[in-house]
């Protein structure tokens, strides 16, 4: 068994991969016994991450409030408590909270052979934002 004490900072979310106010808590980095990485993401409202992928997929368990994801191909899911939302391998999307509302989930994703376990792309604009609001299901 390895056991990690709670005390670890919150760290603010990086402007180069965020908008908004986003703050995380890294639970578990990969490593040499488990590729696996998981950490809980705090969003306020209407912040979000930019456009990106993960080598082997990701799955987000929502936590708390509401929030959404959407896929580069234009599908836009309303997230809520206790939701489960796994993103395919190489899928481009984003996630993040509504407009009116704070969201927060667990991220969990695999490392590739590299490490690697996100490419991050391109800001979502406001625009692209705005209609995920109105398109949301």
Known sequence: MKYTRSGARTATGPRSSFTGEVLID?????D???AVGCAHVRFA???????????????L?????IGLVATRAGRVQEIRPGDVVY????????????ADRFM????????DGDGEVVTWLDHVSD?????AQGARS
């Open 87 to 98: 993103i395919e391998p190489g899928e481009e999307h984003w996630h993040g909270a509504t």
């Open 32 to 34: 040499e016994q488990s």
């Open 104 to 111: 927060a989930h667990l991220a969990m994703q695999e490392a």
């Open 45 to 59: 409202p209407g912040a979000r991450t930019a456009w990106h992928h993960h080598p082997k997929g990701q799955t």
């Open 26 to 30: 890294g639970i578990r980095e990969p």
């Open 127 to 131: 625009g692209e934002y705005d209609a």
């Open 61 to 65: 368990y929502v936590t708390d409030g």
